[in-house]
């Protein structure tokens, strides 16, 4: 059964992950994978974090199985930090799932379930996943124009009238929350306010990927877009993550989350999401989700993690802006002002394919294809080396 398989495509990031790893060269640069990097370009573990894993440690007493829809103090948790006092919490059915990516798939699962003839439209480009997620759940996908053509900022009227006129009532659009994977382009807070009057007036169904929380401008700033959906969609899917603010990315900490029009309907939408929950994974782990909710229930612990996460941003902002000094003081034949309007760990530098395989093959610098990098894989000691090799591929 399986001696006429041949070898599936690699991932394009991924795959770009182990060629680096594979590189000899002492001066590699990973900008390809999706990771926050510190200033030494490891990624590490929160003081916050290391904190609640020795009290978890001390006190925790078992390791059974977490009921289908997770940890509730997770829970409760993740709900008030995504949602705060913007709806009733009886109208939001939430489940925990194994990352971002479980809250897309979940989600994915759910629509499939009870409205398969539905299209899932995507921002092109998108996390190169999305499509992939949604198809393996079995739903059609098509995309909505994003970008202008630089590729470098925002065309928000193809944006308007792709998503007046090509979506069918019924069908559902994706929108990244803050921090756009993978361009860094966000839309404005007028922008979400058109953009939620178009889905009203549309009969679209919105489901917004909230992976980068605090990544942006701050926690609460970043849910700009979000509280205009809820200010006029009576329903949104919300699938969000902690990998990026808690430095979980390992631990898989995510949630698929539902607004209904009432608490009635939020109650018979939880037991369909926990059958799509149980029909895939069966239930969530229990550790990552134990550290969010104990350093969240903690006023110390609360406050640390907010020192941390700012300073996870603040670093990611001050890199780009030493970036685009850099990429001036090389003389590149570009101005790359432009990556200072965009937001979050990720850029698009207008790079072309050819001159991506040029730094990755000539000078060990991993980007995807696309032009897209990891700002936060930017780092003081590679920062002269990267913005002269920039240059000369231009």
């Known amino acids: 059964m399986f001696e006429t398989l041949k ?59 977490l009921g289908i829809d997770g940890l509730p103090a997770y829970r409760d948790h993740a709900r008030q930090l995504v949602f705060g006092d913007a709806v009733d919490p009886k109208r939001v059915a939430m489940v925990q ?4 990516t479980g809250g897309v798939r979940v989600s994915a699962d759910f629509l499939a379930s009870h409205h398969r003839s539905t299209t899932v439209w995507v921002s092109n ?13 079995g739903l059609a996908t098509q995309t909505y124009r994003y970008l202008d053509a630089s590729k ?79 200010a006029r969609c009576s329903e949104v899917l919300v699938a969000t993550s902690f990998s990026k603010n808690f430095g979980l990315y390992s631990e898989r900490v995510g949630t698929a989350a539902l607004v209904a029009v009432d608490d009635q309907s939020a109650k018979a939408a939880l037991s369909h999401l926990k059958r799509a929950v149980r029909s895939n994974y069966s239930n969530p782990p229990r550790h990552g989700a134990s550290v969010v909710a104990t350093v969240l229930g903690d006023s110390e612990l609360r406050q640390l993690w907010l020192t941390e996460l700012a300073e996870m941003r603040n670093r990611i902002a001050d890199m780009r802006k030493a970036l685009v000094q850099a ?68």
């Open 327 to 394: 990429l001036a003081a090389a003389n590149a034949k570009r101005d790359f002002s432009f990556l200072l309007n965009q937001s979050g760990m990720f850029s698009y530098t207008g790079l072309t394919p050819m001159q991506c395989d040029e730094l990755r093959t000539q000078q060990s610098i991993y980007i995807v294809g696309s032009g897209r990098i990891n700002v936060a894989g930017v780092t003081p000691g590679n920062l002269l080396r990267l913005a002269e090799a920039i240059a000369s591929v231009l």
């Open 97 to 100: 799932t194994p990352g971002g």
């Open 152 to 230: 470098t900022g925002l065309d928000f009227a193809a944006m308007m009238d792709d998503l007046k006129s090509k979506p069918r009532a019924g069908d559902v659009v994706l929108l990244h929350a803050c921090c756009h994977n993978p361009t860094g382009v966000d839309l404005t807070a007028a922008q979400w306010s058109d953009v939620a009057d178009v889905l009203v007036e549309r009969q679209l169904l919105p489901l917004v990927d909230f992976a980068y929380q605090g990544f942006g401008s701050g926690l609460e700033e970043d849910t700009v877009g979000l509280r205009a959906l809820l």
């Open 125 to 137: 480009p998108t996390w190169e996943n999305h499509i992939s997620v949604f198809n393996a759940a």
């Open 7 to 65: 070898p599936a495509p690699p991932d394009a990031i991924l795959g770009l992950s182990e060629s680096f790893t594979a590189d000899p060269n002492p001066a590699k640069i990973n900008l390809a994978v999706g990771v926050f990097k510190d200033a030494q370009g490891q990624t590490p573990v929160l003081a916050c974090v290391k904190a609640a894993e020795q009290r978890l440690v001390d006190t925790e007493l078992t390791k059974t199985y």
